[in-house]
């Protein structure tokens, strides 16, 4: 059995499809109970649990060969971290308390950096969970490229990306969550011993550019990128209502200056196997559903 957090977001959902089509027994970990049928019909079993809840998550893992961690996102955090400490001892507690024979941890590239930045949280994550005495894979995926979903509505109304990623020919790591869910469901059957990281980004790194041109194939009119200047960021970000945008900053900084890569510029890094324009054009997709109704 394995125990799935995070099933209702798109990488819980790819890995918990790939372990369902593989004849896997998943348990979904769920919060609400209102999406449980869904997955009861999926052949899930089912287990509610909140991520602070530690007795709940323990009862929720108990049994499982396997758990997927996927720690709830904190894009605004307090200085030093507090949300991120807390959220870490209660998962330790739980994975002490149900003993799974192996867990495979959703982390992020850039956990293994030395600068503070948003993706310090992921560190801290690691280091937690490095201390467990039974087997810990951390997945490190690099930027999702699920998260220019915020960039189709200008892209189509405007014909203008705004980007934070810059120059606009820089390449970065990025991957479809899709391929982190499919990665994931094979990691979390294999045995290992120990910890160990695992890199993965996807077919070709990708650019500012590349993303204005997959937009603009999608939408069929071009598409330009607009550099956001790095002087405007924590007025932008404050205006959106960010209380503390130094570490979303410093994580932006990070790519741009190139302080946050896999090593050896993702020479070893598992390659995923879904394009950019695969990706762009489904966003482009769901944005019109969605607006349909």
């Known amino acids: 059995m394995y125990a799935i957090t995070g099933i209702t977001g798109k990488v819980g959902g790819a890995l918990a499809k790939a372990l369902i089509e593989a004849g896997e027994p998943v348990r979904a970990v769920l919060r609400d109970p209102a999406k449980a049928e869904i997955w009861r019909k999926r052949g899930c079993e089912i287990a509610f649990a909140e991520m602070g809840a530690a007795a709940q998550l323990a009862a929720a893992f108990k049994g499982a060969t396997g758990v997927f961690i996927l720690p709830p996102s904190e894009f605004d955090p307090a200085p030093g971290y507090p949300e991120a400490a807390k959220q870490n001892e209660v998962l330790t507690t739980a994975l002490l308390a149900a003993r799974p024979e192996r867990v495979v941890c959703l982390s992020t590239i850039g956990a293994d950096g030395e600068v503070d930045n948003l993706l310090s949280q992921?560190?801290?994550?690691?280091?937690?969970l490095g201390e467990l005495d039974f087997p810990v894979t951390f997945l490190r995926p690099g930027w999702f490229m699920e998260n220019a979903a915020w960039d189709v509505a200008p892209a189509r109304d405007e014909g203008v990306l705004h980007s934070f990623l810059q120059p606009a020919d820089k390449t970065f790591a990025m991957v479809a969550t899709q391929d982190i869910g499919r990665l994931a469901a094979d990691l979390i059957r294999e045995g290992w011993t120990g910890?160990?990281?695992?890199?993965?980004e996807g077919p070709s790194r990708v650019s500012p550019n590349d993303l204005a041109n997959a937009f603009a194939s999608a939408l069929g009119h071009p598409v330009r990128v607009e550099i956001v200047p790095r002087e405007s960021w924590e007025g932008l970000f404050?205006?959106?209502?960010?209380?503390?945008?130094?570490?979303r900053m410093r994580m932006l900084d990070g790519f741009n200056e190139g302080w946050i890569d896999f090593k050896d510029n993702g020479?070893?890094?598992?390659?995923?196997?879904?394009?950019?324009?695969?990706?762009?054009?489904?966003?482009?997709r769901q944005a019109a559903a969605t607006e349909a109704v």
């Open 195 to 200: 910890k160990r990281v695992v890199e993965l």
């Open 122 to 128: 992921r560190a801290m994550l690691e280091e937690a």
């Open 267 to 284: 020479q070893n890094s598992v390659k995923g196997k879904t394009p950019l324009v695969e990706v762009i054009a489904a966003l482009v």
């Open 238 to 247: 404050r205006a959106q209502g960010t209380r503390n945008p130094q570490p």
